[in-house]
């Protein structure tokens, strides 16, 4: 399983960060997770590309993950791709359909399906086993753990936990215990004041002792340019102990 860093940035364009996206493939099957603005043209430059993610998975609605949503729509629709699936927490169809009121041209253009899920049971998207779990932030959302179908693990013990936007807070370092990889919003250095985003301070106090192999720093907005291996380092001081690394767009890791 292999997860790509389509948009590691935020709602505050950068010419070096998309927003919000992950591509997650292993080989057989791909999935979208998170579609902001500049996503697109990112997973262009994949192997998937856009005619071969046909579910995206969102975190929560606001506009940095989903701006470039009916932009994959209608790729896929002028690729000759028949069918497109979001997934996402409740209200989403209500996103979707306000989203198509709008540019309603691309209305039943091609097979589009779209699917609530909660935090109470496992789920499957783009062919991946997933469990949810409610975030802290200014939207209701949620974080993802996954695991391949192959896998003999449950979807609640896979090698990859995905944060969404959210403070820090205990429940997360429950979450994604035991994986390979935590992807988790750290929007913001120590000095900037904030709220429903976590700085490198109380996310290391947050996920202080759990079994967590490497934290992927991502969500990054302008204010941390330059200060990446500080924002690390105020990681690794707040108590966290396994390997703290900053999201780039174009960053393949492998689980």
Aim: with cysteine; proline share 4%; hydrophobic share 40%.
């Amino acid at each position: 399983m292999e997860l790509t860093v389509l948009g590691s940035g935020s709602a505050m364009p950068v010419p070096d960060r998309a927003q919000a996206g992950y591509l997650l493939d292993d080989g057989d099957r791909s999935l979208l997770v998170d579609c902001g603005s500049g996503v697109l043209q990112r997973l262009a430059g994949t192997d998937a590309g856009y005619e071969g993610v046909s579910t995206v998975l969102l975190t929560h609605h606001h506009l940095d993950h989903v701006a470039a949503l009916l932009p994959l729509l209608k790729a896929r629709w002028l690729a000759g791709e028949e069918h497109l699936e979001v997934v996402g927490p409740a209200g989403t169809k209500s996103l979707v359909d306000g989203l198509l009121d709008v540019h309603d041209y691309l209305d039943g253009r091609i097979d589009l399906a779209v699917r609530e899920v909660s935090a109470s049971r496992s789920f499957s998207a783009g062919g991946f086993d997933v469990t949810a779990r409610e975030t802290r932030h200014s939207m209701n959302g949620f974080a993802y753990r996954f695991s391949p179908p192959s896998s003999d693990a449950e979807a609640s013990d896979g090698p990859l936990a995905l944060s969404g936007d959210t403070e820090a807070f205990a429940g997360m370092a429950s979450f994604a215990d035991g994986a390979e990889l935590l992807v988790h919003d750290c929007s913001f250095p120590d000095d900037v004041d904030v709220s429903n985003h976590p700085r490198p301070t109380s996310l290391g106090e947050s996920l202080a002792g759990a079994e967590i192999g490497t934290l992927l720093l991502s969500h990054l907005y302008p204010h941390t340019g330059g200060r990446e291996r500080e924002m690390e380092q105020g990681v690794r001081d707040a108590g966290f102990d396994g390997e703290v690394r900053t999201a780039t767009d174009g960053l393949r890791l492998s689980l």
